[in-house]
């Protein structure tokens, strides 16, 4: 066992935060800790500004192949640079959805033409992705997706068009993306995940509405998006038609969780503000919230040593132990830390700082962390996952 | 950066957990604890002649294997998946430990040869109910002629009835705090000292009160410098924490497994209760602990093994030693906990060993401090800007 990093990883730290420290000021200081849950929807055209800034410093898609662009970036640099950019107070990236899911699923799957097409402008941070996942009747359940695509041909050749119907929902950035991946079921007879195709659909066409969803912190993360027979070429399908579910579950391995040590600097922030805010107003006294500020404590740095075990693990990350808690054990964490929030500001956390409905940073993340719990597998799926696949015990029947 | 154990520390892992298996089976657990003793004495002589374990993080200078505390916690890890009962833990975790913190080059060399020769040993410091920290040492010692009187009366002292070679703490009168204390090693058959075993609700490690009535040693029995011997007696202290910790992460994972090993056989209504969705939910909660709880110990392993090496990580050995010790408090007790339950009926029973485990969580949570005396500790250097030792 090894906890510190290369002198070569450290110099690669050293290069990331002076490069930080020059560029995230002037024109760029308004978007500093902003964006990320519970603010996705500010200062987005100053936040896709910054992400062409970020790749003319070559700091976008570090982890892709040299040959696409990326700089082929091992994973100790890439926990630095997520942990470097999260210190600096770098915004919440709009870039994440094609840098992190989008490419990857087409360097691994996509033809030439797909990855000539697309990657430049995932790259270059002037084209936007959302996911087109979730729908109304597919939640946690997702391969029951019901929005269909129906193949017309043109030619012999293979050549035609997909028109897509449908409604997707739980659409972060929606309105802000040039495209979007979508699950769509290419034959109507199928069932479950068989019969699927993986789709990259322009969204600015007239078969594509996007329409907000206003959530109870009265702001709109999320949409839903209509579908109403888009159109997306034969070119633009990941796969083969009915090979969609495979390419999507190929897509969640990628992550190998990189940026959650970035996550877990923005979770420091959010609990240095609230140990800050009991030293002001006396909570630090109360033996009770002693105890509870010492526990987040303790489970952050967990969480910390938990990452540093998945990410040195072997190859196939997804099937280690460690990796299989990570999502409800930051979840729940998290859902923690924001009702210990309230519970350090007391009587305040009532009062908001304005009308109709503005909501404190501390109070905005205590009603967004009821999401975390939920989205990307909910706690009761991620225990069903757990007691599955990790401990061995039977799977639930399925209707 | 490689947060996972070598193949040399996996090695060392798997020998342990093969020769445990055999020899620290239910049968042997049983018998060993229902002696006095507390463990089985050729047994013991066996692991130090054939296994060596008892001279893991010794250094080779004095007879030992050289290793370090990653290696020494892989193994302590499945000690407790087994319940192995021995005087491994006093001996090789106080002992060694406060020899090699707190011993002079002359005590080193003269003890540690005498501890890889199979030598067991054990440390007090802690008075009836006073605590873990430098209150809790109450015994007194004075200056007398060449060397030192030492009265008083230790508790909670883990083979402390069956050790050879003691180390004590005691303060100077009139001192309180982390002032004033010194620490001592001894002879346990130095007149005036009497030895009581302390029948103990966890029956498989083994606790004694001692008491001190006008016990003399010689001037070379002080470790470090005398009065000042806090810091070090912390360090030894927190060291031990990490060492309990992992005692507590390998107990917490044999909970998990042998619950679900039964969950997997136990029918009612017509299926096996694995099978059932709140029962499930309860094992994945038990697992989550678990992992949970062992990156916590390997984190604070390795800051352990710098804290000895003098690197610049064992800075951070007491809040690594609080994080470990007490989040692995909780989640053995929890795992053992929801084992019982689990197991139903059966779990109340003497037969099934979920309940040696669920014993064994509560005295290991206690010892050296449980998860609220840590969460404080912390607390303090988070809230009140204290250094804490």
């Given at each position: 066992m090894k906890l510190s990093f290369s002198p070569e990883d450290e110099q690669f730290r050293e290069e990331v935060a002076s490069w930080l420290a020059d560029n995230l000021s002037g024109e760029f200081e308004c978007v500093k800790g902003r964006g990320g849950p519970g603010d996705e929807h500010h200062l987005v055209e100053e936040r896709k500004a910054w992400e062409r800034k970020l790749h003319e410093g070559g700091w976008t898609c570090i982890g892709w192949p040299k040959e696409y662009g990326g700089r082929g970036a091992s994973i100790e640099q890439q926990v630095i640079f997520n942990e470097e950019y999260a210190r600096a107070g770098g915004p919440g990236r709009i870039g994440h959805i094609g840098e992190t899911l989008a490419g990857p699923t087409i360097i691994a799957f996509g033809s030439d033409a797909q990855k000539q097409k697309y990657l430049p402008g995932i790259l270059r941070g002037e084209e936007f992705w959302c996911q087109?996942?979730?729908?109304?009747?597919?939640?946690?359940?997702?391969?029951?997706?019901?929005t269909k695509a129906v193949f017309e041909k043109t030619d012999e050749?293979?050549?035609?068009?997909?028109?897509?119907?449908?409604?997707?929902?739980?659409?972060?950035?929606?309105?802000?993306?040039?495209?979007?991946?979508?699950?769509?079921?290419?034959?109507?007879q199928s069932v479950a995940h068989k019969g699927l195709g993986f789709f990259l659909v322009r969204m600015?066409?007239?078969?594509?509405?996007?329409?907000?969803?206003?959530?109870?912190?009265?702001?709109?993360?999320?949409?839903?998006?209509?579908?109403?027979?888009?159109?997306?070429?034969?070119?633009?399908?990941?796969?083969?038609?009915?090979?969609?579910?495979?390419?999507?579950?190929g897509l969640l391995g990628f992550e190998r969780g990189v940026s959650t040590l970035g996550q877990q600097m923005l979770f420091q922030n959010e609990f240095d503000a609230i140990v800050k805010l009991a030293k002001a107003n006396g909570a630090a006294q109360n033996p009770a919230l002693r105890q509870r500020i010492a526990e987040a404590h303790i489970g952050l740095r967990i969480m910390r040593y938990n990452s540093m075990r998945m990410l040195s693990g072997g190859e196939d990350g997804s099937l280690q132990k460690e990796a299989m808690i990570y999502k409800l054990y930051w979840a729940t964490w998290h859902r923690n830390l924001g009702k210990l929030a309230m519970d350090v500001m007391g009587q305040e956390s009532e009062i908001l700082e304005g009308a109709p409905y503005e909501l404190g940073r501390l109070q905005s993340m205590y009603l967004f962390t009821r999401s975390d719990t939920i989205y990307g597998g909910t706690n009761q799926i991620q225990r069903n996952i757990i007691a599955e696949r990790a401990l061995g015990m039977p799977r639930e029947p399925r209707g | 950066m490689d947060f996972a154990f070598t193949d040399e520390q996996q090695m060392i892992r798997d020998t342990a957990e093969s020769f445990l298996s055999e020899v620290s089976t239910s049968e042997a657990v049983r018998a060993a604890m229902a002696t006095e003793r507390g463990y089985d004495s050729a047994l013991w002589e066996r692991v130090c002649q054939e296994m060596f374990w008892q001279a893991i993080h010794i250094p080779e200078e004095h007879g030992g294997m050289g290793l370090g505390y990653v290696e020494l916690v892989a193994m302590l890890e499945q000690m407790g998946r087994y319940l192995f009962c021995s005087p491994f833990f006093s001996t090789v975790c106080l002992g060694v430990n406060a020899l090699l913190v707190a011993g002079s080059e002359e005590q080193?060399?003269?003890?540690?040869?005498?501890?890889?020769?199979?030598?067991?040993?054990?440390?007090?410091?802690?008075?009836?109910?006073?605590?873990?920290?430098?209150?809790?040492?109450?015994?007194?010692?004075?200056?007398?002629?060449?060397?030192?009187?030492?009265?008083?009366s230790y508790r909670y002292v883990t083979d402390g009835h069956t050790a050879e070679l003691l180390m004590v703490a005691a303060r100077a009168d009139c001192t309180a705090g982390d002032e004033g204390i010194s620490l001592f090693v001894l002879p346990a058959d130095t007149p005036g000292i009497t030895r009581t075993w302390l029948p103990t609700m966890d029956q498989t490690r083994k606790?004694?009160?001692?008491?001190?009535?006008?016990?003399?040693?010689?001037?070379?029995?002080?470790?470090?410098?005398?009065?000042?011997?806090?810091?070090?007696?912390?360090?030894?202290?927190?060291?031990?924490?990490?060492?309990?910790?992992?005692?507590?992460?390998?107990?917490?994972?044999?909970?998990?497994?042998?619950?679900?090993?039964?969950?997997?056989?136990?029918?009612?209504?017509?299926?096996?209760?694995?099978?059932?969705?709140?029962?499930?939910?309860?094992?994945?909660?038990?697992?989550?602990?678990?992992?949970?709880?062992r990156s916590a110990l390997y984190y604070a392993a390795c800051v352990a093994d710098e804290a000895l090496q003098g690197g610049s990580l064992g800075e951070g050995l007491v809040e690594a030693a609080s994080i470990a010790k007490a989040y692995c408090s909780d989640a053995y007790f929890f795992n053992a906990g929801c084992g019982i339950q689990l197991h139903g009926g059966v779990g109340f029973t003497s037969e099934y060993d979920i309940q040696l485990y669920f014993k064994r969580a509560k005295s290991t949570e206690t010892f050296l401090g449980d998860a609220s005396w840590h969460r404080e500790r912390i607390a303090r250097q988070l809230l009140d800007g204290e250094a804490v030792a």
């Open positions: 087109g996942y979730s729908e109304p009747s597919a939640g946690s359940d997702l391969a029951n997706v019901k050749e293979g050549a035609g068009t997909w028109r897509i119907s449908g409604q997707k929902v739980w659409t972060s950035l929606a309105h802000e993306s040039e495209f979007c991946f979508v699950i769509a079921r290419t034959d109507p600015d066409q007239p078969g594509v509405t996007v329409r907000p969803i206003e959530q109870l912190t009265g702001t709109s993360e999320f949409n839903e998006v209509f579908f109403d027979e888009a159109e997306c070429d034969a070119s633009d399908i990941v796969g083969a038609p009915g090979e969609g579910w495979k390419v999507a579950m | 080193r060399a003269q003890y540690l040869p005498e501890i890889v020769a199979g030598k067991t040993a054990t440390l007090a410091y802690a008075a009836a109910n006073g605590g873990w920290g430098s209150d809790a040492v109450t015994a007194t010692c004075a200056a007398d002629g060449e060397g030192y009187r030492i009265d008083g606790q004694a009160e001692l008491v001190f009535d006008g016990v003399t040693v010689g001037g070379d029995a002080l470790m470090g410098e005398a009065g000042r011997a806090w810091p070090q007696l912390a360090r030894v202290l927190d060291l031990a924490r990490v060492a309990v910790a992992a005692d507590q992460v390998g107990g917490a994972q044999q909970s998990l497994d042998i619950t679900v090993d039964y969950l997997q056989e136990r029918v009612q209504f017509g299926r096996v209760i694995a099978s059932y969705q709140a029962v499930k939910h309860k094992a994945a909660d038990m697992m989550l602990k678990v992992e949970a709880g």
